[in-house]
Every structure is written in structure tokens, then in C-alpha cells.
């Protein structure tokens, strides 16, 4: 079959290194109930997760002529592709209602981040999240507090996920190359997921501190908490450790159910 062309307008950066490829999907565990690939392409990455997984994998693409493709294309027989834009399906459509489910690709970089918010929404699901980002996002998404990539995604990801940087992956192993570098990511759902507070409490109260980072505490949470705990009130958001949080969108939670 003739060659898929990459598109601009969809961020497409095709990878074409099949060594890559394997490296990536041998970060999904073989506990694995479903596994679903983001942006199969031409499907590098989505053959060696086929050999695995067979019918536990589900492909979400977008683009109708890669759907073509990977539905003709005889290395992927019996292989499951759902036409469609990933960020508009309902999670009932892909996560099912398995609780060890993983989800894996080489993500377009101008939605990346939009896609780990609706990985964050199916976390009861997916046990695993990982993949190919631009290399600065996966920094920010394993960075530590006190650093200045620790941001909204690195709190919001790192109180439901142990994350870890796999690897960096150079411009020429893609299709065409892109001007950044990109990297891996693993991320392993903890054993137990906090209930100290809901998850939109938690979002709430993360993008209320980082969207006025150089304030402190006290600053920045002012009109969304009546009080900042005074061992925090003089802290910058990215001092805190990210179960912080979970304690301040706890208590965001009481001060609503107390008015």
C-alpha cells in the first residue's frame, strides 16, 4: 500500500524507528486489560503492541486515510480502529468498564496536554499512561517540586500516577522531523487513589496557584479558598509537594459545603 502522508494541520510527526517503537510498547505491562494507541499513523508503534495484545488493543486515529491503512494493511488483521478525535469520545467508548487498562502513543504535540486531562478523567481505567511527548512537556510531566517546569500537569498527573522519564528520542527518528526533541514517559496508577478530595475540587485549586505562581499562597488562592493553611500561606506554588493539593482541595470542598 502506498505510504500515508504526514499532515501539518495535524501534528503528525511519523515515527520511523521500529527500534523506538518496541522500546515504547514494552513499557506497557502485560497485565494490561485493554491498551489503547493514541495516533496509530502508519503504525510503527501499533505492530509490536499488535503481536502482544491482538484483540485487547484499540486504535483511535483520526486521520481517515491512516484508518484506511491500518484496516487494509495485512500486518494488521483483526486489528480494531476507531475513526475518530480522541479528545470528543465519551472515555465509555475506548476505556470500557476494566479497571487495568493502559494507554500508550507517539501523541500530537499540540494536544498532548489535553490528552493527559482526559486520561486524568479515566483514571479509574487506566492503570498505565505513557508514551511520546515533546521533550519539554514529559520533563514537566515528572518534574519535582521546586523546579520550574513543576507545574498544573506534573500535580495534577503525579497524585494519581508514579511517573518516571523513560528515554529521549532525537528529531531524525521522525517523518518529517519536528524541531524539538521528544521524550518518553511511563506512568504506573498508584496502589490507591486519594479520596481526600474530588478530582474537579483538586483541579480547581492546582490552576488557581500555578496561574499566579510568582505569588504566594495566600495571593494567588485568594477568592478560591477563605484561608490558606498557614504552613503554606507563604509558599509559591511550586513549592509544595503534590499531595499538598489534595489537602487544599479537601479543604476547598468543606468551605463549599459550609456555605
Known sequence: ?????????????????????????????????????IGPGMGI???????????RLLCIEIDSESVVYLREEPRFKGLHVVEGDFLELEAAAWAQSL???????????????????RVLEAKEQVAFFGGMFQREVARRLCAGPGSKEYGILSVLLQNYY???????????????PPKVKSGVIACM???KLPTDCRWESL?????????????????????????????????????????????????????????
Open 189 to 191: 496508577r498508584k496502589a
Open 162 to 176: 508514579d511517573c518516571s522519564y523513560a528515554f529521549t528520542v532525537e528529531e531524525g527518528s521522525f517523518t518529517p
Open 1 to 37: 500500500m502506498e505510504r500515508v502522508k504526514p499532515k501539518k494541520h495535524l501534528g503528525q510527526h511519523f515515527l520511523n524507528a521500529p527500534s523506538i517503537a518496541g522500546r515504547i510498547a514494552d513499557l506497557v505491562p502485560d497485565a494490561a486489560e485493554f491498551v489503547v494507541e
Open 45 to 55: 508503534l501499533t505492530e509490536p503492541l499488535h503481536t502482544r495484545f491482538g484483540q
Open 99 to 117: 479497571t487495568r487498562g493502559a494507554v500508550i502513543g507517539n501523541y500530537p504535540y499540540n494536544i498532548s496536554s489535553q490528552i493527559v486531562f
Open 203 to 259: 483541579k480547581t485549586v492546582v490552576k488557581a496557584a500555578f496561574n499566579q505562581r510568582r505569588k504566594t499562597l495566600s495571593n494567588a488562592l485568594k477568592g478560591t479558598l477563605q484561608r490558606v493553611p498557614e504552613q503554606w500561606a507563604g509558599k509559591r506554588a511550586e513549592q509544595l509537594e503534590p499531595a499538598a493539593y489534595l489537602v487544599l482541595g479537601a479543604q476547598l470542598e468543606s468551605e463549599r459545603a459550609a456555605q
